[in-house]
């Protein structure tokens, strides 16, 4: 199935972030948005689940049109997210993050399922009752994107998997994400760190004021002028 985005215009109040975005994502690949801030990456996850409101475009993914679908409907048609913040809770245990982000299953399948969770992220269950905001961020962050599997979608959202990671770290959620990807489910990823996503996606979007600036696969961004003039202006020097 495809996630297909079509001329989606989108904001907060009367300000326009979106202005006519049409992005088309195969499950089962990871593609890349990047763009400066404020070029409405964010804005336009929001969008797709279900928190912003749309004033105009459609939202399809396989046969379901999720256009004003409700976050509950757009995780149950078989998508998943991971927001850059307030992906879990800080103040509960490892397992309570996992078994609440498993809502809509029974009780006894959901534990089935943790249990599942558990054998793919053995490091969350060497923490299973330990506090996660008391975890370093890496592990943070790998529990983010656990409770979005735990539902198990065929695409993921994911919004800066590297903020506020070192060097290292990052590596790791990638190198996860690799993992993860290559047992099925497909990833949309949005990044500033372009040398990293460039490396691992097979898709990029280029966002600018809120619409596409450029696409294609990541050779066609590497050595090119575009991505110096989208972040840096026509006289910066950027190497990816």
């Given at each position: 199935?495809?996630?297909?985005?079509?001329?989606?215009?989108?904001?907060?109040?009367?300000?326009?972030?979106?202005?006519?975005?049409?992005?088309?994502?195969?499950?089962?690949?990871?593609?890349?948005?990047?763009?400066?801030?404020?070029?409405?990456?964010?804005?336009?996850?929001?969008?797709?689940?279900?928190?912003?409101?749309?004033?105009?475009?459609?939202?399809?993914?396989?046969?379901?049109?999720?256009?004003?679908?409700?976050?509950?409907?757009?995780?149950?048609?078989?998508?998943?997210?991971?927001?850059?913040?307030?992906?879990?809770?800080?103040?509960?245990?490892?397992?309570?993050?996992?078994?609440?982000?498993?809502?809509?299953?029974?009780?006894?399948?959901?534990?089935?399922?943790?249990?599942?969770?558990?054998?793919?992220?053995?490091?969350?269950?060497?923490?299973?009752?330990?506090?996660?905001?008391?975890?370093?961020?890496?592990?943070?962050?790998?529990?983010?994107?656990?409770?979005?599997?735990?539902?198990?979608?065929?695409?993921?959202?994911?919004?800066?998997?590297?903020?506020?990671?070192?060097?290292?770290?990052?590596?790791?959620?990638?190198?996860?994400?690799?993992?993860?990807?290559?047992?099925?489910?497909?990833?949309?990823?949005?990044?500033?760190?372009?040398?990293?996503?460039?490396?691992?996606?097979?898709?990029?979007?280029?966002l600018q004021l809120g619409r596409i600036a450029h696409q294609?696969?990541?050779?066609?961004?590497?050595?090119?002028?575009?991505?110096?003039?989208?972040?840096?202006?026509?006289?910066?020097?950027?190497?990816?």
């Amino acid at each position: 199935m495809k996630l297909r985005i079509e001329n989606i215009e989108a904001g907060y109040g009367k300000l326009l972030i979106l202005n006519g975005i049409t992005i088309e994502v195969e499950e089962g690949k990871i593609s890349g948005i990047i763009g400066p801030n404020g070029a409405g990456k964010s804005t336009l996850f929001k969008a797709i689940f279900g928190l912003i409101p749309k004033t105009s475009g459609s939202i399809h993914y396989g046969a379901n049109d999720l256009t004003n679908a409700t976050p509950r409907e757009v995780i149950a048609a078989g998508l998943g997210y991971v927001p850059q913040t307030e992906a879990h809770f800080p103040d509960m245990s490892v397992w309570e993050n996992l078994f609440v982000a498993a809502y809509t299953l029974p009780r006894q399948a959901a534990i089935r399922r943790l249990e599942e969770i558990f054998n793919t992220f053995p490091i969350l269950y060497e923490r299973r009752s330990q506090r996660a905001g008391t975890m370093s961020g890496g592990e943070q962050r790998i529990l983010d994107i656990a409770r979005a599997m735990v539902l198990k979608p065929a695409l993921i959202l994911v919004d800066e998997p590297s903020a506020g990671l070192d060097p290292k770290g990052v590596v790791k959620i990638y190198d996860l994400v690799d993992q993860l990807n290559r047992q099925g489910p497909g990833f949309l990823i949005v990044e500033q760190d372009v040398a990293m996503i460039l490396s691992r996606a097979r898709y990029i979007y280029a966002l600018q004021l809120g619409r596409i600036a450029h696409q294609g696969p990541p050779e066609d961004f590497r050595g090119s002028d575009f991505l110096r003039d989208l972040y840096l202006g026509k006289s910066g020097d950027m190497k990816v």
